[in-house]
């Protein structure tokens, strides 16, 4: 199977930076669209940044412009660099993998990381 491991969530202070890391492991062939969506207490999980394997991304407004996703493909992982960042970031960052072929599965698959806490005290 397919594992996907988080790391880099912590607490940080407003203004502050953050980096979070997700690497894929498991018997990948190809893995289409890896991303990072966040979960706040009492609201549904949102999508916060995505990167296509031709490099398009996508991310949510209220990111733009701070956040930065970037993806290593030789290494299956995905990176989301957060700057500036306010109270209203914090959230559970969960590393996303859609359009995912494994080497003896005849379908693609999607899977998610099991979250990493990112805190943005005031």
């Known amino acids: 199977q397919v594992q996907l491991m988080e790391s880099g969530g912590d607490l940080v202070q407003a203004g502050g930076s953050l980096g979070l890391s997700c690497a894929a492991s498991?018997?990948?062939?190809?893995?289409?669209?890896m991303g990072w969506y966040r979960q706040a207490p009492g609201k549904p999980r949102e999508l916060v940044a995505t990167?296509?394997?031709?490099?398009?991304?996508n991310y949510a407004d209220s990111v733009k412009g701070r956040f930065t996703i970037s993806r290593d493909n030789a290494k299956n992982t995905v990176y989301l660099q957060m700057n500036n960042l306010n109270p209203e970031d914090t959230a559970v960052y969960y590393c996303?993998?859609?359009?995912?072929?494994?080497?003896?599965?005849?379908?693609?698959?999607?899977?998610w990381g099991r979250g990493t806490q990112v805190t943005v005290s005031s």
């Open positions: 996303n993998a859609e359009g995912v072929r494994i080497a003896w599965l005849p379908n693609d698959h999607e899977y």
């Open positions: 498991g018997s990948i062939l190809r893995i289409d669209v």
């Open positions: 990167k296509k394997l031709d490099g398009r991304t």
